[in-house]
């Protein structure tokens, strides 16, 4: 990161984010946060504390299915993968945080005379 500071995720975002990544392949919880990491480009940083309760939250809502494998270390870990019904869900967060930025920056953009 070239001493930006770390992008404050806006409440709702993270779940988005989790989908997106789980969707690029099967990832255990640690993986989560580093493809997070490695997709912003080091411009998001995601807390483990916010991170756990949002897989248990999305695998409640059967938005992704956690099954146990053993990660790259060795160590027992819980692996993520999308569900069909995380990937509608998925679409559906995409579109409408589309839809809320063009509005945002539309209103960002505006100038005096426009009004």
Known sequence: ?????????????????????????????????????????????IQ????????????????IAGEWGQSENKRRARFYRLTTAGRRRLEAEAKKWNQFAEVVGGILNTLPEEL
Request: no cysteine; charged share 20%.
């Open 48 to 63: 483990q504390g916010s991170l756990y309760p949002a897989l248990y939250r999305l695998e409640h809502e059967g938005w």
């Open 1 to 45: 990161m070239s001493g930006d500071p770390a992008i404050d995720l806006l409440q709702g975002t993270l779940d988005m984010l989790v989908l997106k990544a789980v969707s690029l392949g099967p990832l255990h919880g640690y993986g989560v946060l580093l493809r997070i990491q490695q997709i912003s480009r080091n411009r998001l940083e």
